[in-house]
């Protein structure tokens, strides 16, 4: 439309999309760490991005933040007319209840009437509760449905601001701080060369999983995650779509 052409838009788009190696980008307007309309933004390019590439029966496995709680916010029934269901990428990574990826699919499925599972994996248990976890019918029938999803919808952060923000533990924050980690995703912690410095272990959707998924959608804005997107995408599968705004654009033009 006029107003991105004015304001640069899509020549950012252009720039980014080669910068960065992606399949596709979306910039939206405005710098979700200022406003936080703009995360609404993210949402509404995020789902019209679903929409687009939604044919027939889809699984779609979803992290957990803030950003993908705002996506869930503007997703509408008219998203597909196939069936859809939505599952969490990965067992608990210490985020609180609204913004946990449970939360959030359930969320996703009532605004779009369609089907949601949950997986409920504790945090912090021992290797032998772990280990009988995994052998549960209901467990496994969700990790199966995972691992056949053929979209995904994940955040990215910062490294520190994640560290900070689940319960991590003393030992793994300084493995994190020794890595000089920048970006995180889906418990993956990233140094600037998009090396993984330290993984949060946890059950579902592993990062080798991602290559063999067919629609990949990132969704992370604001200027204070350039170098976390960044980082990232050094190591994303190249089919990745990225949705992002203004802010995290220009940062990440400013190199
Ligand atoms: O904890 C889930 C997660 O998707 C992380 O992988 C990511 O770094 C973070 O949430 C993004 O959160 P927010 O959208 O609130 O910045």
Known sequence: CMMREISGINEMEHR???????????????????????KEELGRATASSMKRRLKGNTTIAVTGGSTMASVAEMLTPDLTSSETLFVPARGGIGEDVKNQANTICSKMAE???????????????????YKSFLKEPMIKEVLTM????????????????MAERRKTSEADYQKIIDGQAVGESFGYYFNEEGEVVHKVPTIGLQLE???????????????????AI?????SAPSSTVLITDEGAAKALLKG
């Not at 995972?146 to 601001?161: C, E, F, P, R």
Request: no cysteine; charged share 20%; proline share 4%.
């Open 16 to 38: 980014l999309k080669s910068l960065l190696n992606l399949h596709e980008i979306v910039i939206v307007p405005g710098n979700s760490d200022e406003s936080p309309w703009v």
């Open 209 to 227: 999983d991602l290559s063999h998924i067919e629609h990949v959608i990132a969704v992370a804005g604001g200027s204070s995650k350039a170098k």
């Open 146 to 161: 995972i691992k056949s999803a053929n979209m995904v919808l994940h955040g990215i952060g910062d490294a520190i601001t």
């Open 111 to 129: 605004h779009t009437k369609s089907r949601h599972r949950v997986l409920y994996v504790p945090d912090q248990v021992s290797k032998e509760v």
């Open 230 to 234: 960044r980082s990232y995408m050094k």
